[in-house]
């Protein structure tokens, strides 16, 4: 590509992740430094069009930032020949045909996830977007927050021996809506409109945890709604149907157990809001986002299980803080970096429209388990527990 501008479709920048995350984090980000950086010293500079269905909020954001091109017609970006990336970030009930108009312009593709509600259509689109021969990548950005990375490295250098097992805390509590108001949109918790925290969650869990530890071979897992009624964005009740809590179990890689808690239900007694405590044979780390400490099996202590004392060993000064060693960004951004140099060198994305398949697959075998109370694996044969 010898252009040296890149003309990028935003659809769905009036959402919170998308004005937040994608678009001031990340695009304007870039812009406001100058361009994407090349590695031969070179910078490619952005040109961003704004797509949403709110005329009067897309004016607001473009008069905000200095944005030039917003439109209400997304057929009239995707015509344009100027514009070479279309990136969605839309409710997944409307990805699926704006994706599809994207293929059909021939533009390259990056999305949120997941990429369809069902794991046939999410499917369908890897192959359709494969066939093609379009760029695509699948927002992963867990994997680029520093904590995981932190952990990335631990894993890479074999630090701890094999890995028997993980335990994941993630979640917080969300305000019913009533006395004080939620922290998140009121469609979360409608399984009619695409709510859900399997859903929402267990695909980034399967990135994750491929990236770590291996393929998810298994689920078993246990749904609950907690909290039968909420107060919308209007001060109306409404029923919730969909699922704000889940406890699973992972069979991944060579026989690594994952055991994860998910739920908008629990107050946080951690230092992040997701923790992940993984054992080895030789060393245990429990890293979130941001901060991670290990303890390797020199210095681990030798409990003794007495009841009738109490117990004074301060565990937690067993554990030594991992360093930085590195400066961290925002992971966003760092994944539409590393995803635009793919584009510019023509080299795939490493996290695709498959990878995104996979995590919806593993969304619904999840459903599946707690509807059958069964152990399903990923290929959907059913288990005794």
Not at 65 to 79: K, N, P, Q, S, V
Not at 173 to 179: M, S
Not at 187 to 211: C, K, L, Q, S, T
């Amino acid at each position: 590509m010898n252009r040296q501008t890149i003309g990028i479709i935003l659809n769905g920048v009036t959402g919170r992740m998308g004005y937040r995350q994608h678009l001031v984090r990340s695009i304007l980000a870039i812009r406001d430094e100058g361009g994407l950086a090349l590695a031969d010293g070179s910078r490619i500079q952005l040109r961003p069009v704004l797509v949403g269905r709110n005329k009067d909020k897309l004016q607001r954001i473009a008069f905000l930032h200095g944005i030039d091109e917003y439109t209400t017609d997304l057929d009239e970006a995707l015509a344009d020949p100027g514009f070479d990336i279309y990136a969605d970030f839309l409710l997944t009930n409307a990805r699926v045909p704006a994706l599809r108009k994207a293929m059909a312009a021939g533009k390259a593709l990056y999305s949120e996830k997941p990429t369809a509600e069902t794991h046939a259509e999410a499917a369908e689109l890897a192959e359709e977007v494969e066939n093609a021969g379009l760029h695509n990548g699948v927002v992963h950005d867990k994997l680029y927050l520093p904590g995981l990375l932190k952990l990335k490295r631990l894993v890479d250098s074999g630090f701890f021996g094999r890995v028997l097992s993980v335990r994941g805390e993630f979640g917080y509590w969300v305000f019913e809506g009533d006395w004080q108001s939620s922290q998140r949109p009121s469609w979360n918790y409608r399984a009619e409109d695409g709510g859900g925290i399997v859903v929402d969650m267990f695909p980034h869990w399967n990135y994750v945890f491929e990236h770590l530890f291996g393929s998810v071979r298994s689920v078993y897992a246990h749904t609950a709604t907690h909290i039968p009624q909420r107060v919308d964005e209007q001060n109306r009740t409404y029923d919730t149907t969909a699922d704000d809590a889940a406890y699973a179990i992972f069979e991944v890689g060579d026989g690594t157990v994952v055991q994860m808690n998910s739920s908008w239900c629990v107050r946080v007694n951690r230092e992040e809001l997701v923790e992940f405590q993984v054992d080895g044979t030789h060393a245990s780390a429990v890293v979130g986002l941001f901060n991670g400490h290990v303890q390797p099996r020199e210095i681990t202590p030798r409990p003794v299980w007495n009841p009738d004392l109490a117990d004074t060993h301060d565990y937690r000064s067993d554990w030594a803080p991992v360093p930085d060693n590195a400066e961290y960004g925002n992971g966003f951004r760092a994944q539409w970096e590393e995803y635009l140099r793919d584009y510019i060198a023509g080299t795939p994305h490493r996290f695709d429209f498959a990878s995104a398949a996979r995590g919806v697959l593993l969304a619904e075998r999840a459903l599946e388990s707690d509807r059958t109370g069964r152990r399903i694996d990923l290929g959907g044969k059913t288990e005794a527990r």
